[in-house]
């Protein structure tokens, strides 16, 4: 139960962080498949079959999103452009190994509808964060339309959980609500992490059937899709910034972001080496 436990730690701080998959991590330690299979479990009548592996392996990923949500928080707050350029570092060194992967798994290099499907969804991330601007949520008043947006972001946030390679954070950061998700996991803001958390919980459940689904029968133009998300989500990030910003923390930006491109490289090395 334990090794279930120190698991699910190391992918709930890896979910914590635009770019890093969850779901990656999870390929690393040898338990994605597991993962996947028992979270199928969950909308079939087995599902008593899945709570042995999925209770210690959640207890430890909550555990490990909260430690690095608080750290992300404090560094957001202090050093908000290296760090958001330290998550750019970490997505544009994972794009070379999401491609990759996309090849090895339908044994074939991308056609021409597969890159049609990245520039849709490139476009698709890309007028997304351009409106995520209007969608300004106030925490002191909530609106009832403002719930329904958390809770829809929440169920698309959920998928990256097993997408491989896409991370829930990454996804939050597109729909332009990331900084606001952490600083309400940080300050206990329940309206915020209720309705983001329906949603999650709602998408868990009725997309893993689908995203498994998808992987199996449309493999390449799945992991297509994924990579112009992951592609249009540097875009997005660059949207949230200042010039002002990234100027005047210049040197510290470039190092941070190769920091994060150094990172995510010697993970995605190590998931090369296990397999």
């Avoid at 779901?23 to 330690?29: D, E, F, G």
Wanted: without cysteine.
């Amino acid at each position: 139960m334990y090794r279930y436990i120190w698991r699910g730690m190391a992918v709930g701080m890896t979910e914590a962080v635009p770019g890093v998959s969850g779901s990656t991590v999870a390929m690393i330690l040898a338990i994605y498949e597991k993962l996947i299979y028992n979270l199928s479990l969950l909308s079939t009548k087995d599902r008593k079959e899945a709570l042995p592996f999925l209770v210690p392996f959640g207890v430890g990923m909550i555990f490990g999103f909260g430690l690095s949500i608080v750290m992300i928080h404090m560094l957001l707050t202090y050093f908000r452009a290296p760090t958001l350029i330290f998550f750019v570092g970490i997505i544009v060194g994972f794009l070379p190994a999401l491609w990759q992967e996309g090849v090895k798994q339908a044994k074939r290099d991308y056609r021409l509808i597969d890159y049609v499907v990245m520039i849709l969804f490139i476009t698709v991330v890309v007028v997304a964060s351009l409106f995520s601007d209007f969608n300004q949520i106030e925490l002191s008043v909530l609106a009832v339309n403002d719930v329904i947006f958390l809770m829809v972001a929440g169920f698309v946030a959920s998928t990256a959980l097993v997408l491989p390679g896409i991370s829930g954070a990454l996804m939050l950061t597109i729909l332009g609500i990331y900084e606001l998700a952490t600083a309400s996991l940080v300050q206990f803001y329940w309206p915020v992490i209720f309705s983001i958390g329906i949603g999650v919980i709602a998408g868990v459940l009725f997309m893993s059937r689908l995203i498994q689904y998808l992987l199996s029968h449309y493999t390449q133009s799945t992991y297509a899709a994924m990579i112009g998300l992951v592609s249009g989500s540097i875009f997005a990030i660059f949207n949230t910034l200042s010039w002002i910003e990234v100027d005047q923390l210049i040197t510290p930006s470039i190092v941070s972001g190769l920091l994060g491109f150094i990172f995510v490289t010697v993970m995605t090395r190590r998931k090369g080496e296990r397999g």
